[in-house]
């Protein structure tokens, strides 16, 4: 930490931030500049303690100079983290599409989905039981049924479940019988339930919300980190900037060399909640593995017209094993596979 | 709903709108235009099922004309709503102010900051018995010692209790001892927190997301709403913008008006976290009131300097009763109390 | 400037960093942390030479110590800039306002939004000659003709006149007429314009750009100063924030007691471009004042129903007369006049 | 234009906006809704007169159907614009490359950024002869020999030259040197320049402003198509989001698929000052190719540690022709090539 004094700061206040550094276990070095004074206070900086000296009087700033998260970092951990979900391998030079639909409508809608899915080459199935989103005004939540719906679906498809958990209450149900715990993006700060699915032993997708900053996002992710669950992927899935008038979000391509070169752990891209448009998908998609993403999270609908939820960024079966096929060919040219 | 066909869509594809749009219980009027045919679907916009439309073929955009939410409109109920906490009016001509530290830091510090809040005019105690953010590394949870010094500053001062509440298993603890639960910024999309909330028969504090848009700011008042407990208040406090140099957040007051224009719910301003800096937060605070704000949510602190929390954004007692001092100059001037 | 060294850097890296930082006319004091190296470097930092040293091998981080602005900053100079605009004054203990339309439509519309806002109380007229705004499909720019409309105004009224410069071939074409010469917010870093209009001697009131952050703002105001004219006035108008369904942007009024504590300028803040809704100017513009602000720059049209440009944000020269008198009872209870 | 009127509108208000949509040539169909009174008005929308119709009183809101750009629109001219740069082919399938660094600061440099960049592959030469940017206390600005200078590296290696244009004054000089003209982000609003390019005979990089949105954006370009130069190159360079921690602005490739669809214009990516860190700028440029930017500005300095300028962001000819490699392998993946 590097804590700035105020211009005309007084002796007696400088010598009080150094007592007080002292005080909390770090040693103090004074650097009196022509316009500053700079004092570095050197020690373990993880807990940060320290935060505390920037409020004293005499003090202009104070500025960490490690970066919050420690678990999540590649500095800490320099092997890349792999994941394996019950055979299919996550975070290696294999990328992993994950595809379905917005929300189970129906078993027929569920099993013609997964079918499809599963045949265009896609390893995971996204089925959320609940869909709160929107409106208040939803629908009824049928939940069992759709529980076994998607127990179904796996049974025969053997494609592995990601559901989305969405409160302390679920997460045992959902672990129950998903693959994968999925944390949606309006709950990227929720951080009771980040400690909770920390403490199970399921693979969790953690989306990144819509305004979380990077750090934020991997902050996030050292939540579950800390509560000993180390199978952590990261999604992004659109940041709110500036216009909204072409795409739902903008889909933040940036956070994926970012979170390479800082943490270990594999980040996957969701271009359909992204952006929000089907059209829009396909050219993002390859954008995202050509950045270096380790999967990708595609909304499919065999009747996106039909579609309860999400239709308009839902493509169908047939144009993801076109997809599929484009990027095949993209992971080729970096020397990865699909 | 206003349904905008694409250039040069076919009959066929505007004949299946129409038919969809009937099918769904709307009445269809075509209107063709020089450049593009527009369908106004004519009904009962409040569930929209006519969503659906956008993903047909042939169509370029669905564009709504009612606002997504109807309870919280001011369209729905003209009177504006005063709150009535066990004595203290929210929402009436009166300004209220909530005061109080970021933690509960020790029962010494619990009454010492309460008294002061208390003498200086504030009539709500902000009172948080957990503190999660910013880091997972965070001290031990001692709750139930921390509800106990809560129950007795509110017995000693008298001052109502303003508290957090951060998931469904805690939401029942809190409002055993609070007079007003507080729904955080970070779960302000939180949808079954919101949904529970609003089973309660307490008034429910909500904080603005970083990123919600105001709509989606009063939709998620809507949630609460629509559950029975029509006890809602309002709380900006700083959004995400791009500028983080200056400002912990962008303190957004453009929502006091815009709220009270749209809503009939008391909308409050945290001039504290929303700037981040102790010396923001007494001219925010006067713009809040001058711009129609019904309430105020200030971090007070006995000593700022060695606060746990939020120290660099909170003020001292005798700050808070000289800021209140120059509100109620500001009320008076627009015809308000404090 | 502080400078981190990444982990696992060389004694050789080190090393070459200080020579580097020696060179350049500076000291360097070498701290070792337990996870970081960090070199304070010391000297004069106004010319930031030291940038390069960021861009070292072994190098993670530069981090400057000072604001990068100085003739704009309160360090440099202490006591408030206040401006003469031939008998009016700017930046003292009285708040100015600025009114007038959006464009200059014909001399009768100008002079009947002149007297109506000299009527009301204001005293200094916005009249801009062009507006190019929007689409390039615009009108003829009569140009010598409004300039000739706009003498008429200020000859029989004695509104001092502000009007916006746009290219640097027309700034002494205005500066020949005006009192004040405006740069709007698209040209907030069109650096060219702004050592242009440094180089008058004529007040600039500097329009903050929507995506400036307030220490770019306050840097390109550091730009006319640095050519020599001191009679800047910063004006926030509106930032382009992630909600723009209620505003058109988002009036940033944070930057008032930022700007104020950071610089010694004049800050005035423009209401009606700021929100873009003529219901949203009333409240804005009393928080404006509460929050200490030295200005405001109000569009008034005598017909808004009849506004070729911006009307929906207009309001008449009666509701500028009761606006301006909600004002002065919130200036008088800053202890400021209107 | 759809016009919404208010609830609770008077029949007269009605009439009154009818009356008015007619009389500035439009017809008006009105639909009668359950909870609103919706108007149509037909006719050709390009000049937007019926915008003053949202300032009547009893209207809501009036909505714009068709987007106000039309020669930049893919509807007005469907096959996609290729322009000739003396030989060079842009936005055809070959993928162009701009390359050199972020400012001239001696011939040999110059010459020595020249022949790698060449060697390495691109086409362009990046070659700004001033810098205005981030403090107003610059070096001087020996323009002339800077252009003698790029007349030189232009004649020796047979680089196609790119020169920024900062204001009317400069926009001849540096069109009798440079093969395309190249608008700043800072400019990309600046009317009166962009309509200055738009009467030169020479093609034109139009860079996105940080705040522009993807619509805004093609208005500017809209502006130089307007006068008469159809030669309009799109350049995405970062946006100003909300996290400016780990990269130095947004680089927004949604742009790329967006533009594509909407304009018949080649769209590039400037991945170094997008991102602002030379680390990201690999990962980023193969992402703008997969997504189907037709070319990409990449800054390349001999020796970036020594760079006066941008070094942080530059990268060596050595890592272009690698990552030029890369490029290739990614642009055969999508059928193209560079």
Known sequence: MIIVMAPGN???ELQAVI???????????????????????VGHEDKSPLAVVEQMSGVEAAIPILKPF?????????????????????????????????????????LEAARGVRAAGAELFRACIYSHYMTPYGGTDSTREKIEIIRRVRAETGLKIVTETFSLDDVE???SFADVVQIGARNCQNFVLLRQVGRLRKPVLLKRGMSTTMREFIM?????????????????????????????????????????????????????????????????????VAAGADGLMIEVHPHPDRALHDGAQSIRPSELAELIGQLRRVAAAIDRTI
Request: aromatic share 4%.
């Open 173 to 175: 149900t959902i672990a």
């Open 10 to 12: 007084t002796e007696e």
């Open 220 to 288: 996030a992710a050292e939540y579950i980190l800390s509560e000993g669950n180390s199978d952590v992927i990261l999604c992004e899935r659109g940041i709110r900037a500036h216009d909204e008038t072409e795409t739902r979000y903008a889909l933040d391509l940036n956070v994926i060399p970012v979170s390479r070169l800082q943490t270990h752990l594999p980040i996957f891209v969701d271009p359909s909640h992204g952006t929000g448009k089907r059209h829009l998908v396909a050219p993002m998609a390859r954008a995202a």
């Open 70 to 110: 420690k678990l999540a970092s590649a500095e800490w951990k320099r092997e890349r983290t792999v994941i394996d979900v019950d055979g299919v391998t996550i975070g290696g030079p294999k990328i992993t599409l994950i595809a379905g639909p917005g929300a189970i409508e129906s078993e027929e809608q569920a």
């Open 19 to 41: 007592a007080r550094i002292q005080q909390l276990g770090y040693r103090a070095h004074v650097i009196r500049g022509v316009e500053r004074t700079v004092i570095g206070a």
